[in-house]
């Protein structure tokens, strides 16, 4: 499994995993059973509020899962419909996140729990 993390700065599973999906400024892949880790740079990072298109932003590399500490309606359905499924990061390393994943302890995001803007004054649940 594909598991992709929004990060400000590629650092490997050392990397802070980002807290907001459209506006991070790359992401971290990780394969969950080789361990395996990729870049990819957000290409879709600067877009309108709503705007986003979060598979684009992906640059075409196929992932399961994102862990992710907040993202919008429109791109949380927009990657669900693409087939991923999207999960709320908790504090902390691409690899705390992984080992919170692998042992299924991180929520996944349903609609109700997404972010209304890119300031963290909007009211959203991260």
Known sequence: MKICFPVEQNLGLSSAVYGHFGSA?????????TGACSAIVNGDRIHQHGACNPVAGLAGHEVDAVVVGGIGGG??????????????????TVADNLA???????????????????????????
Do not use: I
Request: glycine share 14%; net charge positive; with cysteine.
């Open 75 to 92: 791109a949380l359905h927009k990657l669900n419909a693409a087939g991923m499924r999207v999960f709320r990061a908790l504090a902390g």
């Open 100 to 126: 919170l994943f692998r042992a299924n302890q991180l929520q996944e995001y349903l609609p109700g729990h997404t972010c209304g803007g890119h300031s963290h004054g909007h009211g959203c649940s991260h």
């Open 25 to 33: 400024p790359g992401f971290v892949v990780v394969d969950s059973v």
